[in-house]
């Protein structure tokens, strides 16, 4: 089958969003949402989540999954906003506990803080499947961005985060904790050996040299074909070589710090201390 998919481009942070429909029914999924964060001053806000919100609301689709793709580093997740507002379960990969566990220890967040994955609804493994109202979804475990990394395989659209990018771009960053440049090389073959006219969805476009616009939809031919880093010969170890090298030229993602308190946690803030107020930790020399 083939799903109706609606984008929503956050520029601040190049986050790629999607609602994913069931074209039978008013069944959908929300992809990999974001909560607006101003660093500066330690503000979020919801005009995001709110575009999809009204999104969904008018087009009158009943919200069956808020589905993650990872713990991302780059933006707050606005899932537990858009549940609250409109319903549907909160799933990520299973290997969430490992990146709680990495994570709980960066931020010293101490045995109040559950490290077993138990803030998601839905905690999926390589080879589980699930249903969008009449549309069948599958799950793939491909990690080497991070170790909890999935794509969402759901009829003809695969919904990879950030392991693919556009053809022109090339392929996620490996040099984050549990992060691995060979892992990644072979989750990407499980992605391309889809069917050819399997339309990709990726989680982040930056605009290459040479393109004047946003993109955030290709295929896996393309990506066969045309992908920068892994497209036509390319081979495992020139793969591994160019990632490594680039990575280690790469700077920190602005918003690293607060968005990985936030998500491993589903996306809720941490409790609020004593005085009533939520504080987000910065390791100083910790990552």
């Not at 190049?14 to 909560?35: E, N, Q």
């Not at 994955?117 to 080879?127: A, I, T």
């Not at 081979?235 to 936030?262: C, G, Y």
Request: net charge negative; proline share 5%; hydrophobic share 40%.
């Amino acid at each position: 089958m083939k799903p109706d998919v609606k984008a929503f481009f956050d520029e601040a942070t190049f986050t790629a969003s999607f609602v994913v429909k069931d074209p039978a029914s008013d069944a959908c999924a929300i992809v990999d949402s974001v909560l607006d964060f101003d660093y500066a001053s330690g503000r979020t806000d919801t005009r995001s989540a709110d575009a999809i919100i009204r999104y969904v609301t008018d087009q009158g689709l009943r919200v069956e999954w808020i589905l993650e793709t990872h713990v991302h580093a780059d933006h707050l997740s606005a899932a537990p906003y858009i549940q609250q507002e409109v319903g549907g379960k909160i799933g990520i990969g299973d290997r969430i506990m490992v990146v709680q566990d990495t994570f709980g220890k960066v931020f010293n967040e101490g045995t109040e803080f559950q490290r077993d994955g138990s803030q998601f609804d839905r905690l999926f493994v390589e080879g589980d499947s699930f249903r969008i109202g009449a549309l069948e979804a599958r799950v793939l475990h491909t990690p080497g961005h991070t170790p909890a990394c999935l794509t969402y395989v759901i009829g003809d659209a695969a919904f990879v985060g950030d392991t693919l990018f556009m053809p022109d771009f090339g392929t996620a960053r490996c040099d984050f904790p549990g992060g691995s440049a060979e892992t990644l090389y072979g989750s990407i073959q499980k992605i391309l050996a889809l069917p050819d006219d399997t339309r990709i969805f990726v989680g982040h476009d930056y605009k290459a040299p040479g393109r004047d616009d946003y993109a955030w939809e290709t295929t896996v031919a393309e990506e066969k074909a045309r992908n920068i880093h892994v497209g036509g010969d390319a081979d495992k170890d020139a793969f591994v070589k160019m990632r490594t090298e680039r990575d280690a030229t790469l700077k920190m993602p602005r918003l690293i710090i607060p968005s990985l308190q936030v998500n491993m946690r589903a996306g809720q803030m941490p409790p609020a201390e004593d005085d009533g107020n939520t504080y987000l930790k910065v390791p100083v020399n910790g990552l």
